[in-house]
């Protein structure tokens, strides 16, 4: 039998229900197997004999997205996120997707080669458009969808100095694996915030994974040893961690690992509000955006309304989305493990966010993840997905640059 979490953790479930309405498998199918208190109650008969681990009863375990949204609103304080993660941990058998973990153990991680290979991640980009066109299995035919080109290269003069000499508080960037390759623009525009804010920025280009997407597959002999890796380069230091993805900053935050390496991990959009200097923007007025909430930020690091908070600092009026703490089916690795459930959830937050405002200019989002995932589910009229961090740099006095 496949091993369980303890007792003690299932334990704690006083089956409510509250849970439901933030799940987004359970809004989709409305099937109670698909929710979190569904999947406490398998674990607990899979622990107790009353189930096996077969096909069905560890598909609905795996269909959960980590996204930790059940965790914000449980009354009993159920550590969902840890018990769903020990049972990835001890399962035997395949993996929940060969395509997931053969990215993952081979690819995705090595943020190096990803960087190199930019110009084939391009003409990847534009080949997947093509194939899109032919008959393609139903799953082929998504993932291919979530193939992006990657940004363009800042120029030199978009690219600030590695490390300042002032004795200002400093943020220990991590470079990671596809934030580096997919979104080097971004990476520019925040370091250029955080030193606009009054940081001094220190990017770690000896970082790779920090194992979150490995963790996500279930891979957990690799996200332990690439979480080791990010304290022992960490170790030592002082002042705040920051990661290009939330779900790489949620992912070290809650590792015991990271205890030991000397910084607090953050998040960017807390950071700018909280830094030594008041950011100052050019005046602006009348552009209105859409904020979409990546789940590991507002769940995993606890960030609120920071985001929005600073775009309406830098003059966008911000529109107030339906099922904010819904995710969009992204999660890491998810939408390559299941690309149909990831596929629903894609259209259903690009719905919710085209009912916001569907003259907005632009939806902003603040996790690479969440961008390529909305991008796949633009239709023709949509506005563009921008990174938080370019939408806010661009509006920033010039003597703040």
Not at 49 to 59: E, W
């Amino acid at each position: 039998m496949t091993p369980v979490p303890g007792a003690d953790l299932l334990d704690a479930c006083i089956h409510c229900g509250l849970c439901l309405d933030t799940c987004p498998t359970f809004l989709e199918t409305g099937n109670e197997a698909e929710s979190p208190r569904g999947r406490l109650h398998l674990l607990r008969a899979l622990e107790e004999g009353r189930l096996s681990a077969d096909s069905v009863t560890v598909g609905h375990l795996d269909s959960c997205l980590g996204c930790l949204a059940c965790e914000a609103v449980c009354p009993s304080g159920v550590l969902y996120g840890d018990i769903i993660q020990s049972f990835h941990a001890q399962r035997t058998g395949a993996p929940r997707s060969r395509v997931e973990s053969f990215l993952v153990r081979r690819v995705l991680w090595r943020g190096v080669w990803l960087e190199r290979l930019r110009p084939l991640l391009t003409g990847a980009a534009w080949a997947a458009g093509i194939l899109r066109r032919l008959p393609l299995p139903r799953g082929a035919d998504i993932r291919l969808a979530l193939v992006r080109a990657p940004e363009g290269r800042p120029g030199p003069g978009d690219t600030p100095a590695r490390e300042s000499e002032t004795e200002a508080p400093q943020v220990h960037l991590l470079r990671g694996c596809v934030a580096r390759a997919m979104l080097p623009a971004t990476e520019a525009a925040t370091i250029r915030l955080l030193r606009a804010a009054g940081y001094r920025v220190r990017v770690h280009e000896d970082g790779t994974c920090c194992g979150a997407l490995a963790s996500h597959a279930g891979e957990t002999r690799l996200a332990r040893d690439l979480v080791r890796e990010a304290a022992r380069i960490l170790e030592g230091t002082r002042g705040a961690v920051l990661a290009q993805a939330s779900g790489c900053g949620a992912h070290l935050a809650r590792s015991q690992a990271m205890g030991e390496a000397g910084g607090r991990v953050d998040d960017l959009s807390r950071l700018l509000v909280n830094g030594p200097r008041r950011l100052r923007f050019r005046p602006s007025s009348g552009v209105r955006v859409v904020f979409q909430d990546p789940c590991h930020m507002r769940h995993g690091l606890g960030v609120g309304d920071e985001p929005r908070s600073l775009l309406a600092m830098a003059g966008y009026d911000v529109c107030d989305v339906a099922e904010r703490d819904v995710c969009c089916g992204s999660a890491g690795s998810y939408n390559l493990a299941r690309p149909e459930m990831g596929f629903r959830l894609g259209q259903r937050k690009m719905k919710r966010l085209r009912d916001a405002d569907a003259d907005a200019d632009c939806i902003v989002t603040a996790n690479p993840g969440c961008l390529i995932q909305l991008e796949a589910h633009r239709g023709s009229g949509d506005p563009q997905v921008i990174p938080l961090a370019r939408v806010l740099a661009d509006r920033l006095l010039p003597d703040d640059a």
